[in-house]
């Protein structure tokens, strides 16, 4: 997951993070991993996302 692309049908974004080395919109951090049964989606994954300082 560290390094995707933020999905806003699998993640939700809860704060971001200042990042040089990565690009914006990547996730930097999981604080709550998230749960799927085949296709339905039953909770989001919890994340920190990256953007440019």
Do not use: C, F, N
């Not at 699998?10 to 296709?39: C, F, N, R």
């Not at 989001?44 to 300082?53: E, F, Q, R, S, Y």
């Amino acid at each position: 997951m560290m390094g995707e692309t933020l999905d806003p049908h699998l993640h939700q974004a809860m704060i971001e993070v200042p990042s040089d080395e990565a690009e914006p919109g990547t996730i930097v951090q999981e604080m709550q991993a998230g749960y799927t049964i085949k296709d339905w989606l039953l909770r989001p994954a919890l994340v920190g996302m990256a953007h440019k300082p």
